[in-house]
């Protein structure tokens, strides 16, 4: 008969010892690129939305400055066609719509004359939005984020 020698069991197998000098090393090493990664994106990121911004407002002020000057040129050119346009010492308002790009600039121009001084007075006030209404009856209505630019002569 042989002999079978039966070893006691004594619970789970030992752990073996592992080389603790490069440990999570690459765990790190990913961790530290991304982060660098998520810094330069988020940089990009925000040159780009500023540019945006910048771009609509350059476009929207182009907009609105370029409406006021075809309210004075467009009431300049009427006061000097037309006779009693308007009447002195009554001040007048001209509203013009559907200006720029996308039709919705808009415009207000007040005209004040005097006969003593012999002074005429023209404020025009440009916007880039807030039109409404079709010729002859055109509405102004600025909203909260219109761009406002405005031209005085006088002469």
């Known amino acids: 008969m042989k002999n079978i020698i039966l070893k ?3 619970g789970p197998a030992q752990y073996r010892k592992r080389k603790l000098s490069g440990s999570g090393f690459v765990l ?14 988020l940089g990009v990121a925000n040159i ?39 009447a002195a010492n009554s001040p007048w308002t001209e509203i013009i719509g559907g200006l720029g790009s996308v039709g919705q600039g808009c415009v207000i121009v007040t005209i004040v004359k005097t006969v003593s001084p012999n002074l005429a ?34 002469y």
Do not use: H, M, Q
Not at 28 to 41: D, E, G, W, Y
Not at 121 to 138: D, E
């Open 8 to 10: 006691n069991n004594r």
């Open 48 to 86: 780009t939305l500023k540019e945006v911004k910048f771009g609509t407002s350059a476009r929207d002020t182009n907009s609105a400055f370029f409406a006021a000057d075809t309210g004075i040129e467009y009431t300049l050119f009427k006061d000097k066609t037309s006779t009693n346009y308007p």
């Open 121 to 154: 007075t023209f404020v025009s006030k440009g916007y880039n939005n807030g039109s409404g209404g079709s010729s002859p009856n055109w509405t102004c209505v600025p909203t909260t984020n219109s761009v406002e630019r405005e031209l005085d002569i006088s």
């Open 28 to 41: 790190l090493f990913a961790v530290t690129i991304s982060a660098i990664l998520l810094a330069i994106a």
